[in-house]
């Protein structure tokens, strides 16, 4: 198999891994979450866009990521390429410069007033409220840049927004929403604590993406170093239900308390329903100890198995619940999975697979690097490298969740046990 298609079937075959099957999706039951969000919708705080319409077609349901990409430090960064290609998206990786495994083109149809078509929705879990500036990581080569240079984008059950980039010819983080023919701002979302859908859906034909990130922050070059940086964590696929239960009868009479709920910030909900005594701030005081309790034991659950990905839904909960007492006891006990003997060797082997992931996305092709001897010589250089993670990842780590990913990529570059 040459290098090219190998990175690309690696590239699906991650974003499998990842996501829920298309098919899964088209039974027609959606998740919970995007059918009727727990939270709020985002405020999106604009006027109706002039070119989008409220819901998109029937029989187009988006392909929606399975797992959350966690908020950490005002920023969320996610490759394109985690959930699977939907419509006439197509994973690519001629254009040198992306991130990841490959990036997603849209080989369809111009469809200037048709959002929802090949939409493809990431999950993520926002912690610190605010608003996010949304970066797509895009390209779009043809002669006038403003042909072929935009993309549907939506959050939640927001409306469909055109998000274009004015430069051609290289990858940019140029993104804009264009929300009418008079107002072309540099693209953004109000969001809530809690959990979010973004969705993309084609709109102009061999428009690429590649990454995107929010990040919180007031001017353009505030998020310019979290681009560089890696993919944002994520929850496992059995994540306990992250979903902040309903607000108990009759704390609708307490106004701060009733707030902080819908923000998904139960800590301050827990704090404001102390004082005075009501049976209602009673009820809510219930309701947080048995949230926490529930999901610190689910939680717990999976530390043996995934001690990083427990450690970091741990510190997640600790903040949902702080001020509230029972954060406290939540962050040493994350500290305490991250520094265990299983957290080291975890962390350890997803760094070594890291390492060989972006190795691998260097590789040149195997075919062109036959015919010439430069390429040829920087495939004979870098593959000994990869081999050399994959294989310390084997001796020294067989036991983490790396070792699995670490398989894969090994079974589609052909480097077999040494
Ligand atoms: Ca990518």
Known sequence: MNAKLSALAICLMMSVLVAVAPAQQLGGQMPADVAAPTHQPA???????AETQPTSQPGQQPVVSDRTFLERDGAVIVEVESVPPAGDWQAETDLKGYTGRCYYTWRG????????????????????????????????????????????TRMDDGKWTKCYSSWRGRWVWHSAHEHSHDEKVPASYELTAGDHVFYLSGRSKNFSVDRFVLYRGGNEHAGKPLMEGPESAMLPERTPSPA?????????????????????MLGEAYFFSRRPRTSA????????????????????????????????????????????????RMVPLAAQWENSPAGKDARAATDLLTEARKLAADLPDAKAAATQPALQARYDEVLPRIAARIDAIRTRFPETRARAFAETLAGELGIGQQ
């Not at 111009?110 to 879990?125: E, K, S, T, V």
């Open 43 to 49: 405020a999106h705080g604009q006027p109706a866009p």
């Open 281 to 328: 701030g009673a009820d809510v005081l219930a309701a947080v100890e048995h949230y926490a309790v529930t999901q610190q034991e689910a939680i717990s659950k999976l530390a043996e198995e995934a001690p990083l990905a427990a450690a970091a839904m741990m510190r997640q909960l600790a903040r949902q619940l702080a001020p509230a007492p029972h954060a406290g």
């Open 244 to 264: 902040v239960p309903d607000l108990p009868a009759g704390a609708e009479q307490l106004p701060k308390v009733a707030d902080a709920w819908r923000e998904g």
């Open 109 to 152: 149809a111009d469809l200037f007033n048709q959002p929802g078509q090949g939409a493809m929705g990431y999950r993520i879990r926002i912690v610190t409220p605010g608003r996010y500036n949304l970066r797509l990581h895009n390209r779009h080569d043809f002669d006038d840049a403003t042909e072929e240079n935009d993309v549907w």
